[in-house]
Each structure stands twice: as C-alpha cells, then as structure tokens.
C-alpha cells in the first residue's frame, strides 16, 4: 500500500470517510491524477507538478488547491484564512461535502493547471 494511501486509512472517523470520499471524486472528475504522499500528506499530481492536496487537522478536513489566484467557481465556498496563494474547500463532515461544487472546482483548477503558481 502506498503511504499516501495509508494515511488516509490511519485516520479515525469520521475523517477517514471524509478522506475516501474526496480521494473517489478527485479520481473520478479527474481520472489522470496520481495521488502521492509529499510533506506528509496525500498530494495529487498532473504532469508531475502539484494540483491538489488532502489534509486532515484537529476538527476539519481540507482539500487545498495551488494556482488558486485563477479560480472562479464557487469561491464562495473557499476558504484562504492564513494563506497568501493558497485556497480550500474544508469539511467537518461527510454530509457537507457537496461532490457537484467539489467536481466543479477541481475542473475549474484542471482548466487552469498550466498557468504560472501567482496570478
């Protein structure tokens, strides 16, 4: 099993079923992305440079997303709070997850995956 993958299923609930859940819509929206392990958490790849990344703290689960500055769809639903460039979409259960804004934005992010990191 790879590390990113156990990660994941090292989680306690609910955030392991959070975390299964966002990994099946990324993989899903976004069928050529490659989930990798990368400053201890899972990161997934396009093309060999980043494109998002899950990460579970104390009481949330995030899904962050680099080159955020060209984002446009349901920004509203982003969350920056401590960030210069980067943006996510937090959960603090399975239920709040929304897979049509989740698959919105990760479309939104592929169509953007080849501009510079800074807008």
């Keep these: 099993?790879?590390?990113a993958s156990e990660y994941i299923l090292?989680?306690?609930e609910p955030f392991r079923s959070m975390l299964l859940h966002l990994q099946t819509v990324v993989e899903q929206a976004i069928p050529e992305a490659e989930m990798k392990y990368k400053w201890r958490i899972p990161f997934f790849y396009l093309e060999g440079k980043?494109?998002?990344y899950l990460?579970?703290?104390k009481?949330?689960?995030d899904i962050g997303f680099f080159k955020a500055a060209y984002l446009t769809v349901h920004t509203e639903?982003?969350?920056t709070e401590g960030r210069k460039v980067m943006k996510s979409l937090r959960y603090r259960s399975l239920e709040a997850i929304d897979d049509q804004v989740l698959t919105d934005v990760l479309k939104d992010a592929y169509s953007v995956r080849d501009r510079?990191?800074?807008n």
């Design 77 to 79: 639903h982003m969350v």
């Design 59 to 61: 009481d949330y689960v």
């Design 1 to 3: 099993m790879n590390p």
């Design 116 to 118: 510079k990191f800074y």
């Design 55 to 57: 990460n579970r703290s």
């Design 10 to 12: 090292n989680q306690p």
């Design 50 to 52: 980043p494109f998002c």
